[in-house]
Structure formats: structure tokens, C-alpha cells
């Protein structure tokens, strides 16, 4: 792993996802420089790969989302160090009160990770769980055509692939874009996602990889799945959020919703939240994590949600919380065949 080069990473994943925290919003007021980085756009920088490239490569991906990603080096670069190897994908959060940032594009891939935008319609946390202005029905009919317009032609502007998890957890009842919140009605979810995703296409907003994303099945064991899904051709990877609370491994948290996903697609599953709550267990879960992450060829990797109750997790969910949670992890990225990167021919 070079720790001072652009990588250019992509995801052939199968999306796994699992919440029992709620992701706090994105940080709004941290905008630090990034030490030694030349002020240019992603798209200047090298030989800019396409979203084939990034679908193309294999190996199991470790992602990170943690409070201050993409902005800060040296809060990747020390849990980096502790885990012993580089996160080779971001997640940041995004609300449709906010416009694109390609800054946080040039400042994921020069960290060596390609960014994985979670794009959320609403307002935030505070607005609580229904949120009419954001209903479901008002991006079908096109009264946010404008905002995702914009959004869609600078993501096509800047050129580098960019990942979009577009409202995760929809199975779920805490978030606006639920279909039982906000005034929506069965169905609308998949006519929204794709009402999005034509938009995109639209402008040739090409340089999407859009990830799908349930919570995992266990609080809502009746919420059908398949009827969420928009369908292949409007889902690169499939996955879900999942973490541990009682389980004492891997496979309870994660195989009985990957049953589910494997009913109606056959798309790379992503973990794109995991986590284990504090406990005797930790470690020990951990350490199982990545071995049944090896008997898994058919997930392309995970993001470990790096965050304590105080910077916003319902439970304190960071590998590095312990030093015998570390060593575990420490451990288990050693032993496990994690994907590698190509280089950019040159750096920014």
C-alpha cells in the first residue's frame, strides 16, 4: 500500500447494511487544508479512471466513515495507522440542503480512498423522523429537479468516479424517505430512485456508482426487501448497513438479510456501516468479522463506522476503542486479502 499516492480504488462489492446508531449528520463547519496538496480538481490530477475501472477491481475493500472524513489527514491517517492499513474508501454524509462539493472529491483520492457519498433527502437529525417538504412524492414529480440537476452536472464535471448510497436504511422507519414517514405511500421509494437516477443520466452523470442500501433485516423482519429494490439496471451495488449488539458473530448479524438479497439480486455486496458495541465480546467479534469476511468471496469489503456516543454513535461502534479491539482488527486486516489499488500516473 503506498501511503502517499492517489489511489485509485473502485468497489466490486455486494452491499450489506445493518443500523442500530443513527449516522449523525455530516460535519458542516471543518473545513481544513489538506497538508501538501496542490489546489486543483480531481479531474487535473492524472489519468482519471472511469466507473468501469472501479467496478472492475476485486478483493475485499476497507472503508471508512469516522467524524471528520474526507477533510482530515490526520484523523485517517491515525486510525489508519492503528489499523494497520489504509482505508481505501471514505463515506461522508450529505444532505439535499447542501450542494456538491468536488473538493471532497480531490481530498478522497488524494488520501488514497474513493469517496463514497451518503445522500440523504432531508434536513437533518433535527427535523425529526417526518419531514414533508422532503416526501417522497415531491422528488417523483420533479419539484427537486433543480437541486438534483445541479448536483448530478458538477459530479459530471469533476470526472472522477464518485460512489452515491442514495437514501439508506428505506426498509427502516427513522429516516423521512421511509415509506411509512412523511406522507409516503407503498411504492414510492423505487419510483424516487429512479426519478434520480434518470435525472443523472440525464445530464450524462455517467461516473456513478450508485449503491443501495437497506438496514439489515433484523428489526424488521416483515419489511419486504424486494418490493424496495428499483431494479438492476438502477443498482450498481446492493448491500446493508449491520451491527453487532448482542450477536456473538458476523454471520447472525449479516447472512439472514444476504439470503434476503440474493432472492433478486445477484449485485456485489458492500457492508456500508458496521460496528460492534462495547462489551466483553468486542474483540472476539471482531476477529470473527474478518474470518467470515475470508469465507465470503461474495462481499467486496465494508465501512467501519469509527465513531463514539460523543461524536454521535447511539453506541461507542470504533474498532479502536479498546487496545484489545484494535489488536483484533490489527489482526484480522493482516490476515485477510484486502484490495489493493492502482496508482495515478501522477500525483496533485
Not at 443513527?22 to 479531474?43: E, H, L, N
Not at 419531514?131 to 458538477?154: E, V
Not at 412523511?182 to 443523472?200: E, L, T, Y
Request: aromatic share 12%; no cysteine; proline share 8%.
Amino acid at each position: 500500500m503506498v501511503f502517499n499516492a492517489i489511489v485509485l480504488v473502485g468497489l466490486t462489492g455486494w452491499i450489506l447494511k445493518v443500523v442500530t446508531a443513527r449516522p449523525p449528520d455530516a460535519p458542516s463547519g471543518y473545513r481544513p487544508a489538506i497538508p501538501g496538496a496542490s489546489p486543483v480538481t480531481p479531474a487535473s490530477a492524472g489519468q482519471v479512471p472511469t466507473k468501469a475501472d472501479i467496478l472492475a477491481l476485486s478483493g475485499a475493500h476497507f472503508g471508512l466513515s469516522a467524524p471528520q472524513v474526507p477533510w482530515s489527514r490526520s484523523e485517517i491517517e491515525g486510525i489508519a495507522a492503528q489499523a494497520g492499513v489504509r482505508p481505501t474508501l471514505l463515506q461522508f454524509f450529505v444532505k439535499w440542503n447542501q450542494e456538491f462539493r468536488p473538493q471532497s472529491v480531490t481530498a478522497s483520492y488524494q488520501q488514497g480512498a474513493i469517496p463514497i457519498i451518503s445522500w440523504e433527502p432531508w434536513d437533518g437529525v433535527k427535523r425529526g423522523e417526518n419531514q414533508p417538504a422532503y416526501a417522497l412524492s415531491k422528488i417523483i414529480n420533479g419539484s427537486f429537479d433543480p437541486y438534483i440537476t445541479r448536483f448530478a452536472t458538477s459530479v459530471r464535471e469533476q470526472r472522477w468516479p464518485v460512489a452515491i448510497r442514495f437514501a439508506h436504511e428505506m426498509n427502516g422507519h427513522w429516516y423521512p424517505w421511509s415509506e411509512r414517514r412523511s406522507g409516503n405511500r407503498k411504492g414510492q421509494f423505487v419510483q424516487a430512485w429512479r426519478h434520480v437516477h434518470d435525472v443523472f443520466r440525464k445530464v450524462g452523470a455517467t461516473n456513478v456508482v450508485w449503491i443501495w442500501s437497506p438496514n439489515i433485516i433484523r428489526p424488521l423482519p416483515n419489511i419486504s426487501l424486494k418490493d424496495l429494490y428499483p431494479g438492476d439496471a438502477y443498482v450498481d451495488w446492493a448491500g446493508m448497513v449491520g451491527y453487532a449488539v448482542h450477536e456473538q458473530t458476523a454471520a447472525a448479524v449479516f447472512e439472514p438479510t444476504l439470503r434476503k438479497l440474493r432472492q433478486f439480486t445477484k449485485r456485489a455486496v458492500l457492508i456500508t456501516e458496521t460496528g460492534v458495541q462495547n462489551g466483553a465480546f468486542k474483540a472476539r467479534w471482531i476477529t470473527d468479522f474478518f474470518r467470515w469476511l475470508a469465507r465470503r468471496p461474495d462481499v467486496a469489503g465494508f465501512i467501519w463506522f469509527e465513531f463514539s456516543r460523543q461524536q454521535g454513535g447511539t453506541e461507542d461502534w470504533r474498532f479502536t476503542a479498546t487496545p484489545e479491539s484494535t489488536k483484533a482488527f490489527r489482526e484480522g486486516a493482516a490476515a485477510t486479502r484486502l484490495a489493493s489499488a492502482p496508482t495515478s500516473p501522477t500525483r496533485p
